[in-house]
């Protein structure tokens, strides 16, 4: 009631099923972008749900929906398989809506592969010793093979460290 009647929302269906809307895009776009991402993402993934569980009858006709609820919730996967399903349930009623549908499957698919990607690249430049938030060099810790063959080059003997080769003669 304090968001009408601050004429921030207004009521857009009947009392019975009272639906709400913004009143401005502006307005919309504040409130969403002030709600900390895991609990607009959470939030996604239950509207999601809900919209699923309330009528399974309608699933297939509200896969769109829940593809993009799921697209926003990071639920990448999921949102890929309801875009296809949306797809083809529109493909018999709207030739240009399930084009729309495939295509999102396209984007979140390509989305899918750079995520899984970029990981992968990050992973492999972790392991060669690359720091990928600056893309410099990280040090590295000497391997044990390293540390033998760099104290042999430096003289271990001088400083009393046993070498492997020095342990093999004796």
């Given at each position: 009631?304090?968001?009408?009647?601050a004429e921030l929302i207004e009521q857009v269906g009947p009392n019975r099923n009272a639906e709400y809307a913004f009143r401005h895009p502006l307005i919309?776009?504040?409130?969403?972008?002030?709600?900390?991402?895991?609990?607009?993402?959470?939030?996604?993934?239950?509207?999601?749900?809900?919209?699923?569980?309330?009528?399974?009858?309608?699933?297939?006709?509200?896969?769109?929906?829940?593809?993009?609820?799921?697209?926003?919730?990071?639920?990448?996967?999921?949102?890929?398989?309801?875009?296809?399903?949306?797809?083809?349930?529109?493909?018999?009623?709207?030739?240009?809506?399930?084009?729309?549908?495939?295509?999102?499957?396209?984007?979140?698919?390509?989305?899918?592969?750079?995520?899984?990607?970029?990981?992968?690249?990050?992973?492999?430049?972790?392991?060669?010793?690359?720091?990928?938030?600056?893309?410099?060099?990280?040090?590295?810790?000497?391997?044990?093979?390293?540390?033998?063959?760099?104290?042999?080059?430096?003289?271990?003997?001088?400083?009393?460290?046993?070498?492997?080769?020095?342990?093999?003669?004796?």
């Amino acid at each position: 009631d304090d968001v009408v009647g601050a004429e921030l929302i207004e009521q857009v269906g009947p009392n019975r099923n009272a639906e709400y809307a913004f009143r401005h895009p502006l307005i919309h776009a504040v409130a969403y972008e002030s709600q900390l991402k895991s609990d607009r993402a959470d939030i996604h993934r239950r509207v999601a749900a809900a919209i699923e569980s309330r009528d399974p009858a309608s699933a297939d006709q509200n896969a769109a929906l829940i593809a993009e609820h799921l697209q926003a919730a990071g639920d990448l996967h999921a949102a890929f398989s309801w875009h296809i399903r949306a797809g083809a349930w529109a493909a018999t009623r709207d030739i240009t809506a399930a084009w729309v549908s495939w295509e999102r499957a396209r984007q979140v698919a390509d989305a899918i592969r750079n995520r899984d990607r970029s990981a992968a690249i990050r992973v492999g430049a972790r392991d060669l010793g690359i720091d990928t938030e600056t893309e410099r060099e990280a040090p590295r810790r000497p391997s044990p093979r390293r540390a033998n063959s760099a104290d042999r080059v430096s003289g271990s003997r001088a400083r009393g460290i046993p070498c492997i080769e020095e342990k093999a003669i004796k």
